[in-house]
């Protein structure tokens, strides 16, 4: 999605060759029109999928998943990292570790808004070792709803999240792969020999 990788060049900033800072525009500071844009992009690939629901993980997932299913016109989970007074009973739970912040989470979705007639797209903002995404199938698969795919802002293609996910046979779109952090230059994956790769 070119409007996307030119956001990350302008506003992105490079912490390290593993860390892109995106606050500026996707995970403090919101631009709207930038995750509407996303949200189309996701509704285009996932149009013939058959999705009935959208399963993200709070907070950072929830701009793009929700403009994903407004045109989708399918309603949005959210999975929780914190414990609600009011979201207590028959919950559905993963634990997920944060290699950023070295520890471990438990997330939660609560039963009655899945079940095995959905067909369910994970949308996130990053994907990197693939920890959140496979919290949010395990989530997803103890409900016996089908997965339809993952829909991905930015991968980091030199971390081993994206392939996990498509060795397990799972369709990712991801609308910007980053090849390399390095040097404190952000350099992108071409999306068309990705493509062509995947078919070979």
Known sequence: MEQLRKKIKTDGSVLSSSILKVDAFLNHQIDPQLMN?????????????????????????????????????VPVVFARKQKSLTLVNDLITASVYSFTKKESNEISVSRKFLNDNDTVLI??????????????????????????????????GFQDGGRLLREKGYRVESLAVIHSLENGSVEFENAEERKAERIR
């Open 37 to 73: 844009n996303i949200g189309l992009e996701f509704a285009k690939e996932f149009s013939e999928s058959g999705v009935t629901k959208i399963v993200t993980i709070e907070s950072s997932g929830i701009a793009p998943a929700v403009m994903a299913g407004l045109h989708l016109h």
């Open 123 to 156: 949308i996130d903002d990053f994907l990197a070792n693939g920890q959140a995404a496979l919290g949010l199938e395990e989530i997803v698969s103890k409900t016996k709803a089908s997965i339809a795919g993952f829909g991905i802002v930015i991968e980091k």
